[in-house]
């Protein structure tokens, strides 16, 4: 199998700070892998690492086979590049903007002109190619962006949070278009911490943590241990958290935990029977608005693996004010 990215037990420290501890991957051409942990976790350093933004202090990194620490030129002309942070020029127009990118890779004039204006078709940009950068919207900011790490028509792809920041409408945009890469054979990697992006794009994923990898597979295996627990979530009127001791009590084969300040996630290995939890929050005086089943999904099992809440990673999303 032929490798467009590979790293060997990788390690960054920041002054006391292990921000990167031993982590290792393989991504096989063509693939769409996923890093995935909340803010914090490491995985702008290890992108960093990855590109050649940031050297580790121990460890190794080959970009389509190349040897980063010996060519790392020769690698980087491999690699498109999305920052989590937009590094395209506010004083320009959208046009400028890619056909500067493409000069920075040898592009000559109307090859660059032509794919410039290929691009700003594709990402829906054309209208605003005319316009100064520093006038665009964030969904259209970061669209440019992705326009511009392909400009050269890379075969390997690092995006950093690609969709962190921007509205529904464009961040799904911006999955269509990864999407799409991807189906034409586009190595891609991505950082990110919403786990509906991670399942909704990614083949396999990396779940990182505390600057190390504790688990790695594809989406569908990853998902396959927690398909045969059983789970409900209750939405109340008013605050959860007081029905949860109770509730433990009263039904000893099922698990009870706060899934957001008003809802109550219940699961077990045997279908849960909603009508006697339903009436037990009742009787205490719960107004129960909403009891459906769920379906185990990619965030149970990072839940289960890392312990780290579901509530927390949508903290982390609040946080960057972006949707997924």
Do not use: W
């Not at 790293?7 to 892998?33: H, I, N, Y």
């Not at 990110?192 to 909704?200: K, N």
């Not at 289960?304 to 946080?319: L, N, P």
Request: with cysteine.
């Amino acid at each position: 199998m032929t490798y467009d990215i590979e790293a060997t037990d990788l390690r960054k420290r920041f002054g006391d700070v292990q921000a990167v501890s031993g982590v290792s991957l393989a991504v096989p051409r063509g693939e769409l892998f996923g890093l995935l942990g909340p803010n914090g976790a490491g995985k702008s350093t290890t992108i960093n690492m990855l590109i050649g933004l940031a050297r580790p202090d121990a460890g190794s990194v080959r970009i389509g086979g190349v040897d980063c620490s010996k060519d790392p030129k020769a690698a980087q002309h491999l690699i498109g590049v999305v920052p989590d942070d937009s590094n395209l020029y506010p004083e320009l127009t959208g046009l400028d903007n890619l056909c500067f990118c493409g000069a920075l890779y040898g592009m000559g004039r109307r090859a660059r002109l032509a794919r410039a204006e290929e691009l700003l078709e594709d990402f829906g940009l054309s209208q605003a190619g005319a316009r100064k950068f520093g006038g665009y919207s964030k969904g259209m900011k970061r669209r440019l962006t992705i326009a511009a790490g392909i400009m050269h028509a890379p075969g390997i792809l690092f995006l950093d949070e690609p969709t962190t920041g921007v509205d529904v409408e464009s961040a799904r945009h911006i999955r269509t278009l990864l999407a799409g890469l991807h189906a034409t054979g586009t190595t891609i990697l991505l950082t990110t911490h919403y786990i509906e992006e991670a399942e909704r794009l990614c083949g396999r994923v990396a779940f990182l943590a505390g600057g190390r990898i504790i688990a790695e597979d594809t989406v569908e295996a990853l998902v396959a241990p927690v398909l045969g627990r059983h789970a409900v979530q209750v939405a109340c009127a008013g605050a959860a958290s007081g029905f949860v001791a109770g509730l433990a009590a009263a039904f000893p084969d099922c698990d009870f935990a706060l899934d957001g300040p008003d809802a109550l996630r219940i699961e077990s290995d045997a279908p849960v029977r909603v009508g006697p939890v339903v009436r037990f929050l009742e009787d205490a005086g719960a107004e129960v608005l909403e009891a459906r089943r769920l379906r185990p999904s990619l965030e149970d099992v990072f839940v289960r693996v890392t312990g780290i809440g579901a509530a927390d990673m949508r903290r982390e999303q609040e946080k960057s004010g972006g949707a997924a």
